[in-house]
């Protein structure tokens, strides 16, 4: 395929970071038109998968582009085009901010993965919010919101609740990101006291704001978490979930871990800190997807991220019990088609498997999934 046998081989001399940029570019600029709308459009009309209703919107197919690959919303189209039946984008934050000093984005081809310390490089909320105003989607448009890394953890809710006042209006759905592992303490605000208060405040903002847009819901509002969670700690995520009313949970960001990679390992320390995706991430984040599914008995969709490259990975995750998908560093790997080869993968397993919706599916093998959890 051109992709794997030409392209990644080039893309791969740049540093990394370089290579994305380029990417976006150009599939900014190729697919971004009017040409890309109507492919979009017309592809998926008739979905093989059943009616994707998920948290109030409706889904032209479950794979979805993750967090920090569009950060400032500058492809997101294109990425529609590209088969994608949704787009998150960011994360964002209130404030424009450069990130963390590159390098800060390493491949691990041997492992089929990337470490990653970006540290929310994104042109901030106002101007990302104005962008995708003048060019709309015609896939869902999720968008991330995240901490500025100049606010202290105390002031975080402040931080988010401005954050969210920006982009709301733009946004089919937000992500309230607690888990990326490159901003400090970020993670903290997984704990039950801080996350309850942060969900509470937000969810209350979001309430009166389509009370103010009358006859209009609030925004479906998603929690995204770590994989290095014990299960204790994603009970009590599941609690606060519940108790604050969100949409959704997804599982998961990239993992502090390092366990079994093939990469040598003074080549993993010289690349320093930061969050790891791709293959490695894939079976921790199945199963924490499959212990949220069976902590909420199914009733909180949940979307499967971590380490898919193809259609059966993304139907490991729906059997975990995810009812959507995404993926980034897959992307990488497997090239522009990736979302359509996987579209196409799943269709074909449904058929196989003699199924005539994905939701026959969802949780159909969560048990299994989750019997590695550890408790402690
Ligand atoms: C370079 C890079 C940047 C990322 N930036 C963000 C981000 O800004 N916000 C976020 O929620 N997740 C971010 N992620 C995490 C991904 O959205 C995803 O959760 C994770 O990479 C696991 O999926 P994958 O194995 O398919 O890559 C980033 C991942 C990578 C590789």
Not at 74 to 99: D, I, M
Not at 238 to 262: D, M, S, W
């Amino acid at each position: 395929m051109l992709y794997r046998s030409i392209l990644r081989p080039l893309l791969f001399r740049l540093p990394p970071e370089t290579a994305h940029e380029l990417a976006l570019h150009s599939l900014a600029m190729m697919l971004g038109t009017r040409w890309a709308r109507h492919a979009a459009a017309s592809r998926y009309m008739r979905s093989p998968f059943g009616e994707l209703r998920r948290f109030s919107l409706l889904f032209k197919n479950p794979v979805g582009i993750a967090a920090g690959f569009d950060k400032n919303g500058a492809a997101a189209q294109a990425l529609c085009a590209l088969g994608f039946g949704f787009v998150e984008v960011g994360s964002v934050t209130n404030q424009p901010q450069p990130g963390n000093p590159r390098p800060r984005l390493f491949r691990l081809p041997q492992d089929q993965a990337l470490i990653n310390r970006a540290g929310f490089n994104n042109e901030g909320a106002a101007r990302i919010a104005e962008r995708l105003r003048q060019h709309p989607t015609d896939c869902v448009l999720g968008i991330n919101i995240g901490k500025s890394r100049a606010v202290p953890l105390e002031e975080a809710a402040e931080d988010y609740l401005a954050c969210f006042d920006k982009i709301y209006d733009v946004a089919d759905y937000v992500v309230v990101n607690v888990s990326s592992p490159n901003t400090p303490n970020l993670r903290k605000l997984q704990s039950a006291e801080a996350l309850s208060s942060l969900l509470y405040a937000l969810q209350k903002r979001n309430r009166e704001l389509a009370e103010k847009r009358a006859g209009r819901e609030a925004v479906p509002m998603l929690v995204k978490i770590a994989p290095d969670l014990i299960s204790v700690e994603i009970e009590e995520i599941v609690r606060v979930a519940q108790e604050t009313k969100i949409a959704g949970i997804i599982a998961t960001n990239t993992t502090t871990e390092r366990k079994g990679l093939r990469t040598p390992k003074r080549n993993i320390e010289s690349f320093g800190e930061g969050g790891l995706s791709g293959a490695p991430l894939r079976s921790r984040s199945t199963e924490v997807v499959a212990a949220l599914y069976r902590m909420t008995r199914g009733s909180m969709p949940i979307i499967g991220v971590g380490g898919i490259f193809t259609a059966e990975d993304a139907w490991e995750k729906i059997c975990a019990g995810a009812c959507l998908v995404q993926l980034y560093t897959g992307f990488i790997y497997q090239g522009p088609r990736v979302a359509r080869e996987i579209n196409e993968g799943l269709a074909r397993i449904l058929e196989r498997e003699g199924l005539r919706s994905l939701d026959e599916a969802v949780g159909s093998r969560a048990k299994e999934f989750s019997e590695g959890m550890s408790h402690d």
